[in-house]
């Protein structure tokens, strides 16, 4: 169960995908297509970090997001139990 202030967090983090995501999908729309990835990878950024947020996990640089997510992804992570 998310306590609160951990549920806020994950809400703020969604919040901060919601805006690169959609504009990824204006920038698609208009064939800027290098644009459209870069806001796209800022939105999985975000929406990672919420993920990692339930899983009481956090780091802010990408690196340490990726790796913590190829650990979830594989099952490895420490926490990992739902």
Known sequence: MMTHNL???VRYRLGQADEPLRAAS????ED?????VNRSYYAMF????????TRKEE???HSGVIALFD???RGTLA????
């Open 26 to 29: 204006i920038l698609l729309r």
């Open 46 to 53: 975000y929406a990672v970090l919420a993920l990692l947020a």
């Open 71 to 73: 650990r979830l992804s």
């Open 32 to 36: 800027s297509l290098r644009a459209s």
């Open 79 to 82: 926490n990992s139990a739902t």
């Open 59 to 61: 780091t802010s640089k």
């Open 7 to 9: 549920a806020e967090l």
